[in-house]
């Protein structure tokens, strides 16, 4: 057995109160105080990862460097520890039920009769405990996903239980996320949603060590102490999380409620120094100070759903926070983007962003906006498919290529300037077709993104696509202007564009937003941020003149 301890976090009464926030938030106090820590998500659907998700079912799909497609509170995870998490820490019951049945397959049970338990807990245990027994973390905080009481989420509380019973003693603690609502008709909170989870949570043999208790209006030391006896807490271990105007105000929130002091307390674990949060704190402060601030529009077509694109929106605020501007994003859908009412849309940008996707939806529609962006000098930053729509763009009107498309929207375009990799064509199983993780790219010396990048010549970035630059059109491309300025050596891809005519236009086949966090802004952010404001001057100069 492993020194490890083992926090859980459940969720009670609604999904979407923001156990994830609420995970890292208290994970970043602990690694501010010196703990190593770690955070998993277990999601009780059967999908096997979030790969194959709508964005508008599940927010975006998240992708670790090992090539993980995962769900989007791990970008949570890494945003707010500056930690990379991998497959290891995202597990769901597909997944769960894939591995077991595998195992069946093979004869490994030995003719027994494979059960939900202890087969399927077993397996939940085994993976809960991967990141324990690695020897890497003091601490690994585990987000069970879904609501207590959910069918689906039954197998995993089950698990949590007897791993409970299995570690003993101040080794593992749950802590029970729940909602404490208002009823402005009688101008009162009430605590009845909230016993009601905790009891469901006792009837699988689980009691809370922590109720985090949502809610809109400061909790008084009555309700506290109500909570406290029905719920069988200490009063201590009754923690408020308020609504906050920004998502980074949580761990100190947390930390002025004194979550971090209780749990290692419970686990018996010294309160080392006081949280070192000196950079955190900076980060706030610039992010809620701005000196200037710019309008960046966001070409995309799931912007009804703020979480379809949140890597993207969580970049804005740090390349914001360290540039001390505040970035209106303006979300345009692409799809409606017309002749029309083009240019009242796109009046009053500073910045142009054409977003990733999957799809012939709406593509006519980043196909203008880059247009846009490049005839009047505007900065741009296109993120995968933003990045080939970009390609398209140049090939039908610098190049002349009028029906330049890519294979995935045009099967029988004559001019494919974006197409599939030969090895790529026969495989036609969804998830198996992608480059999926991190990937190296080589930097052209003296491009602007060689620039953007701090000088560095070589870099990693994670990707998830399935379509890629045709090299069939790469000179002709670099010869009327666009360069190929970052390239994987390996496989002679090209990852980024960029056009030497303009003063800042990149278009990358990657994402940069995965693995943009607060300690570390991603530096494309950062640059597109800089170059936004710097045209926004130029812009109000001029128009002085």
Not at 212 to 222: A, G, K, N
Request: hydrophobic share 35%; net charge negative; aromatic share 8%.
């Amino acid at each position: 057995m492993s020194d490890t301890k083992y926090i859980f976090v459940t969720g009670g009464v609604t999904s979407s109160l923001g156990k994830g926030i609420i995970a890292a938030s208290l994970a970043k106090l602990l690694q501010a105080r010196g703990y190593k820590t770690t955070i998993q998500k277990l999601d009780p659907y059967i999908n096997v990862d979030p790969g194959t998700l709508n964005p508008y079912e599940h927010g975006e799909c998240y992708v670790t460097d090992d090539g993980a497609e995962t769900d989007l509170d791990l970008g949570h995870y890494e945003r707010f520890l500056n930690v990379k998490t991998s497959q290891a820490n995202n597990v769901t019951t597909g997944r769960i039920y894939q591995s077991v049945i595998e195992k069946e397959r093979r004869g490994e049970f030995l003719g027994k009769t494979v059960q939900v338990v202890p087969h399927i807990t077993n397996e939940i245990k085994e993976r809960v405990q991967i990141l324990g027994n690695s020897g890497e973390y003091d601490i690994v905080i585990t987000e069970i996903g879904g609501t207590v009481g959910d069918i689906e989420s039954l197998p995993y509380i089950e698990a949590v239980r007897q791993l409970l019973w299995e570690l003993g003693d101040n080794n593992g603690i749950v802590i029970h996320l729940t909602l404490v609502p208002y009823l402005s008709a009688a101008g009162e909170l009430k605590t009845k949603p909230t016993q009601h989870s905790v009891k469901t949570l006792m009837e699988s043999g689980i009691k809370a060590d922590i109720l985090v208790c949502r809610t809109e209006h400061q909790l008084t030391s009555e309700i506290k102490e109500k909570l406290a006896l029905f719920c069988n807490v200490k009063k201590e271990a009754v923690i408020q999380s308020i609504d906050a105007s920004t998502i980074y105000d949580v761990p100190i929130m947390m930390q002025n409620e004194g979550l971090d002091t209780v749990a290692l307390r419970k686990l018996a674990l010294p309160d080392k120094s006081e949280p070192d949060l000196e950079q955190w704190n900076e980060f706030l402060d610039r992010h809620k100070n701005p000196k200037s601030e710019v309008t960046i529009g966001l070409i995309g077509k799931y912007v009804e759903l703020q979480d379809s694109y949140k890597s993207i929106l969580e970049s804005f605020i740090h390349a914001g926070a360290i540039n001390e501007v505040k970035v209106n994003i303006r979300s345009i859908h692409s799809e409606y983007l017309t002749d029309a009412n083009f240019e009242e849309k796109m009046k009053g940008l500073e910045g142009v962003l054409v977003a990733p996707g999957f799809g012939e939806r709406g593509i006519e529609g980043k196909i203008k906006a880059v247009r846009y962006a490049r005839e009047n000098n505007i900065p741009f930053l296109g993120i995968c498919l933003g990045m080939q729509m970009a390609v398209i763009e140049f090939a039908r009107n610098v190049l002349g290529y009028k029906d330049a498309n890519s294979t995935e929207m045009e099967g029988d375009t004559n001019y494919p300037v974006i197409s599939l990799m030969e090895a790529q064509k026969s495989v036609t199983n969804k998830g198996g077709t992608m480059r999926l993780g991190a990937w190296d790219c080589e930097l052209m010396e003296n491009s602007l993104v060689n620039k953007v990048y701090h000088g560095k010549t070589a870099i990693s970035e994670r990707h998830r696509h399935r379509y890629e630059f045709n090299n069939a059109y790469k000179k002709v491309m670099e010869a009327a202007g666009l360069l190929a300025s970052g390239i994987n050596k390996e496989t002679g891809l090209v990852e980024i564009v960029e056009l030497s005519s303009h003063p800042w236009f990149i278009g990358v086949q990657y994402h940069p937003e995965y693995k943009s966090t607060v300690a570390s802004p991603h530096p494309l952010f950062v640059g597109f941020v800089r170059a936004a404001l710097l045209y926004k001057r130029q812009q109000t100069s001029a128009s002085l003149a």
